[in-house]
């Protein structure tokens, strides 16, 4: 089946679009459903009893429970929507960073994550007085068990590790790592932006603490991705962002918040996004990801061959 055929953009201007791993086009079923909502559905969910809000509000939760449901997690209030995962990992930093860490306690890092999985940590480490460290890779552009055991020790308490890396395309064995991280107490934090396109992703089985990533890496529209954790974690995390539908009860001199996962979606949210997430994910389902490893196997393996023949080309990548 020719899927280009799927995608408008591809179709109306004659280009071969290689950047994908920065952000994807969008199938044509995607941006009808988006255009829909505009047309059929549009109002502020959970804010109005009438029916379009109704409608809207029952769109925007049956995309988390669909979310839930594609990612395996164990409960649908376990999916929080944000803008991207930079701004979910953001939310872990501040909302979970700051209060959990003190000092000498260490946060590790893979030497290989975006720096949105860098950077928040960076400022939080030196708020708390903690310590910042990194798992450095191999001359196969992996992370050795030896490098993983010698840096995850008793003192972390979080650990940052990026599922595929999207410089070198390292698969990371992060069920691994995770298993390993909890028997010395810390909780993981995996970046799946460069991996959920490409490969089914089950938090349970992972047992992944908090997992992120953007809508917009994997066919769905800009402005919109995902934060999953663990509901036990969740519930005592204070909130990132004030106001709109997190708000319980407002006093004059004191706040309620609302419960999971309302807490963390201040403001009204990007509605129509959700909708093209939900769009994105039934997509990539009907394609089935076995086939999308096919095809990308094969694409991998042309261009292997063609880019070995330049004399003048390095390729930086795992062997496998």
Avoid: C
Avoid at 141 to 154: C, G, N, P, Q, V
Avoid at 292 to 312: F, N, P
């Amino acid at each position: 089946m020719n899927y280009k055929e799927d995608f408008p953009i591809l179709n109306n201007r004659d280009i071969a679009y290689l950047d994908s791993g920065a952000t994807t086009q969008k199938p044509i079923q995607v941006i009808k459903e988006v255009e829909k909502f505009y047309e059929k559905y549009n109002a502020n969910p959970h804010r109005g009893a009438y029916t379009l809000s109704i409608e809207a509000t029952e769109l925007y939760e049956n995309t988390r429970a669909k979310i839930a449901n594609f990612i395996n997690a164990r409960y649908k209030e376990e999916i929080i929507f944000s803008k991207n995962a930079t701004e979910s990992l953001n939310l872990i930093a501040y909302s979970y960073g700051m209060d959990n860490l003190k000092k000498d306690d260490e946060v590790v890092l893979s030497i290989m994550e975006h720096h949105s999985n860098l950077v928040p940590w960076q400022k939080v480490t030196k708020a708390t007085e903690s310590k910042l460290k990194y798992m450095y890779i191999n001359e196969n552009f992996e992370l050795s068990d030896e490098e993983i055991e010698s840096k995850i020790t008793d003192k972390t308490k979080i650990v940052g590790i990026t599922h595929v890396s999207n410089v070198l395309g390292t698969i990371n064995n992060v069920k691994k790592i995770i298993k390993y991280a909890h028997k010395k107490g810390a909780i993981v934090i995996v970046d799946a932006s460069q991996s959920i396109p490409h490969m089914k992703i089950d938090v349970q089985d992972l047992d992944a603490d908090f997992l992120v990533f953007s809508g917009h890496k994997m066919l769905a529209p800009l402005g919109i991705g995902v934060l999953y954790g663990k509901r036990e974690i969740l519930n005592k995390m204070e909130p990132f962002l004030m106001g709109g539908d997190m708000i319980e009860y407002v006093y004059e001199q004191n706040t309620t918040f609302a419960p999971l996962p309302n807490k963390f979606e201040a403001g009204t949210q990007n509605v129509e996004g959700v909708v093209g997430l939900g769009a994105a994910i039934d997509y990539i389902e009907n394609i089935g990801y076995d086939n999308i490893q096919k095809i990308e196997k094969d694409v991998e393996s042309y261009a292997r061959e063609a880019l070995s023949k330049l004399d003048y080309f390095s390729v930086y990548m795992t062997a496998n």
